[in-house]
């Protein structure tokens, strides 16, 4: 199930679900934001630079707690940093292509 919240997506079947509470343990490198930071990046996002845009941290509220995921951070982070997305498959994206491929095989005698 993908929630959408804002135009900000987690797919809380395939993601790793963490409350924004706990973002400072999956946060790379030497230092993490605080948790006010975490919040305002989740709910204001961060200006990016050079530009009138602001990219959000992906987030949703369950059971009244506000959460992230895993890969939201790493999504994040590429986008504040000018990176482009790594393109993102489902499993149930990569079932589909495996059956479509195995159906093409079968259809060519393989």
Known sequence: MVIRDKN???DIE???IIPLTKVGK??????CPSR???FRYALDG????GS??????ASVKLNGIRCTSVEAIARFLRAVN??????????SQRRQQAETANHLLQQAGY
């Not at 999956?26 to 230092?31: D, E, S, V």
């Not at 000018?82 to 499993?91: D, K, L, R, Y």
């Open 36 to 38: 006010a930071t975490v």
């Open 46 to 49: 961060l200006k990016i630079e």
């Open 82 to 91: 000018g990176q482009s997305a790594v393109p993102t498959i489902t499993p």
């Open 8 to 10: 900000v997506e987690i």
């Open 14 to 16: 395939n993601e790793t």
């Open 52 to 57: 009138d845009q602001r990219e959000k941290l």
């Open 26 to 31: 999956h946060w790379p490198g030497p230092r």
